[in-house]
């Protein structure tokens, strides 16, 4: 019987689509005003978006339908959901113009990434462009600015942080490439728990 549908997906595959939806969960929580709780699951969308190239890797089902897949993925974990959790939070007006330079050079960069891969500098692979996901970074240090800071002084500080990254991503220069899965994991669970006790009131936000 001829296979009825246009690709068949790898474990891999399915790693990427369930970071999607989990980035899909986090636009969801955002829109109701769980802004904590959003953060929270981008950082398990990033943890996904981390493992599933290793894991193409370990089991040699590497392609390029993989690296276009999470290319689109990206665009929703690292552009759209942060844009979005901005503008939720206040950054909208004159001000979504920085976040709308930041999808514009992200699709640049990702587009390019999904083009080329990554480099090898210095005897190492690296990335050529800021990666998309310090998007999240940024994001989670201005929400939680935002907690001490004035509106005004906290808009300022993101635009210029949004200008910056946005120049970074679309710069032909090498970045550093996190190369130890330990090191990716902690990060991931870190940003999952910090803003998962936030979202509870364990930790006052």
Not at 21 to 33: I, K, P
Not at 42 to 50: F, I, K, V
Not at 75 to 81: E, F, K, R
């Amino acid at each position: 019987m001829k296979y009825p549908f246009i690709v068949r997906l790898t474990l891999a595959d399915y790693v990427t689509l369930a970071g999607m939806v989990v980035a899909l969960c986090a636009l969801y929580t955002a829109l109701l005003g769980h802004v904590w709780l959003s953060i929270s699951l981008l950082y398990l969308a990033m943890l996904a978006d981390a493992l599933d190239g290793k894991l193409a890797r370990f089991l040699k089902s590497e392609r390029p339908f993989g690296r276009y897949l999470d290319g689109f993925c990206d665009v929703l974990i690292y552009l759209i959901a942060p844009a979005l959790l901005f503008y939720c939070s206040g950054f909208r007006g004159g001000w979504s113009l920085f976040s709308a330079l930041m999808i514009i050079c992200g699709c640049l960069r990702l587009a390019r990434f999904n083009e080329s891969g990554n480099i090898t500098h210095n005897a190492v692979l690296a990335y050529r462009g800021m990666p998309v996901f310090w998007s999240v970074f940024i994001l989670s240090a201005w929400k939680l600015g935002q907690l001490s800071l004035s509106p005004v002084l906290s808009a300022v500080l993101l635009s210029l942080a949004l200008v910056v990254f946005s120049v970074a991503m679309i710069t032909d220069r090498p970045f550093y490439k996190f190369s130890s899965l330990a090191v990716i994991i902690a990060l991931c669970l870190g940003g999952i728990t910090l803003f998962g006790l936030l979202h509870l009131g364990v930790i006052n936000g």
